[in-house]
């Protein structure tokens, strides 16, 4: 029951901000001038200011298990792979094959991951977070860019097409934040220590008044962003999208979740490849089986995708995410493994 509470907890409000944004957008409130403003700022002010605080926060790259790290990059494209052999059989629209390829693979790893692990793994959890952070969103992001552009029909050859893809990949703001605070942090690990032992130099410590704006656009980010996917949602929607929204579900919530934890207890329990303890356990939880990357909607509709499948399907991965959670939370204590 606490596990389901805790779920219960930290999904809803989610939703419930979700559920605002239409309300307000319904009341006329919101127009869709403020909707189509505030994607915009969400996707190239808020979210890369929230993904460099991030990663900014690894205290050391020198200290990352690699042999983790490489597992989750691997089981992440793994996951990747057979999603996309999926939409290309499966799902005849190009401008679903993206979305609901980004919806296999792409966790909300950021907002719900980093507290879900910590309510599971405590302190150890957060910290593997903090380092599969580092290696799996830029990861994430490269992998949506190269999704999103693949399906959509530009009358471009493929040397063009690869070379848009790669100018997406590079000028992707998402990208730029996460890369941004990986060098942060590459800088910080090669300045001299004080007599404390600590950086001469922190952009936390000596440049707080810099920072702190970093932080408040960061916070900004999810709420915005579920207020905005609120407005624009529409129920009538579903009918005509069920069957899409039912694959992406599947894959998001069953499919990633098998492919990446199974093959994450068959090495740790029955290999020397990796060793896993309750906190990596907890991590790999949060994940590949928390639910779409909230993100994930406003990234397909900035490039040219289904925006509305795209955000469907973060409303019913998170409102389905709160059994499924529940459910694998229950069998990894039920094996020890948490």
Known sequence: MSVFLFSFNAIVPLVLLIVLGYVLA???????AFLKNGNKLVFRVCLPCSLFCSVYDIENLASME???VLFSVAAVLAICALALLW???FVPDPKQKGVILQCAYRSNFALIGVPLAEALGGDGALEVVSVLSSATIPLYNMAAVVALSLFVEKGETARELGKNM???IITNPLILGTLAGLLCVGVRSLLPLGAAGET????KRDLYFGYHVL???ARMSTPLSLLVLGGQFTFQAVRGL???IVMGTAWRLFLAPAIGLGTAIFLSEHTNLISLSPAHYAAMVALFASPVAVSSSIMAGEMGNDEQLAGQLVVWTSIGAVATLFGITMFLRAEGLL
């Open 26 to 32: 319904q009341t006329g409130f919101l127009d869709r």
């Open 66 to 68: 690699w042999d983790i």
């Open 87 to 89: 939409v290309i059989a």
């Open 166 to 168: 790669g100018r997406n």
């Open 200 to 203: 001469v130099f922190s952009l």
């Open 215 to 217: 932080e408040f656009l």
């Open 242 to 244: 069920w069957r899409q």
